[in-house]
């Protein structure tokens, strides 16, 4: 079959160990998912259910090496801000899916960035309007290394944090998440059904700020690697 227009090429996050990709299909969030990073958006914490969003599967930027990778300041917004987050990649689908067995569907975890237009996700909620332009923008979701669950199992534990220029910014453990990997994949089975290739950001520690052309922002997880960012 022959396409009217040339098709975008397939967004993919490089493995560790691998010459081979993991082909994304789309790219699902958790917000408010650390209680000290809710209340410090000014939000109660104890939510019945998890808050989801989305972002563009294109959105991904591959930051996977010593040397920091670029990624725009974004047009519009004038309060960039930086969100560490453990990452969550599906590889089988299914939708209702039960907690006891969720992690039957993770094929590996990584480290990633959800960047923030912040100043346009606050006109937003104060509006009641989605968060689309704040959170969907190209470059939004830079991502480190994949490491397959079948060699290093499934963490509930473990340091994150985030560093820019060197100073600590964000600090926290896994183990601090509301939602845990398989009541994420539970409740985001049963809005979606869930499909190989899917990639779940989980939520970001208190510390979020604003960052600005020229920053450094690295950061990792305990035994999932680091990425490296400068802001242009």
Known sequence: MNYVITPTPQPGVA???????????????????????AREMGIDPSNSSPIFFSKPADA????????????????????FQHEIELVVAIGRGGRDIPCSAALDYVWGYTVGLDMTRRDLQTE??????????????????????LHPASRIGHPVSGAIWLDVNGERRQEADLEQLIWSVPDIIHHLSRYF????????????????????????????????????????
């Open 15 to 37: 493995v560790a160990g691998s010459h081979d990709k993991f082909p994304v299909h789309r790219i699902y969030c958790v917000g408010r998912n650390y209680a000290a990073h």
């Open 60 to 79: 991904i930027v591959p930051a996977t090496s010593a040397k920091p990778v670029n990624v725009p300041y974004p047009p519009q917004s004038h309060d």
């Open 193 to 232: 059904e869930l499909a190989p290739g899917d990639l779940v950001y989980t939520g970001t520690p208190s510390g979020v700020g604003p960052v600005k052309r020229g920053d450094h922002l690295s950061g990792g997880i305990d035994d999932l690697g680091e990425i490296n960012v400068k802001i242009i």
């Open 124 to 145: 937003a909620r104060k509006r009641g309007e989605p968060w689309d332009t704040a959170k969907a923008f190209d470059h939004s979701a830079p991502i480190g290394l």
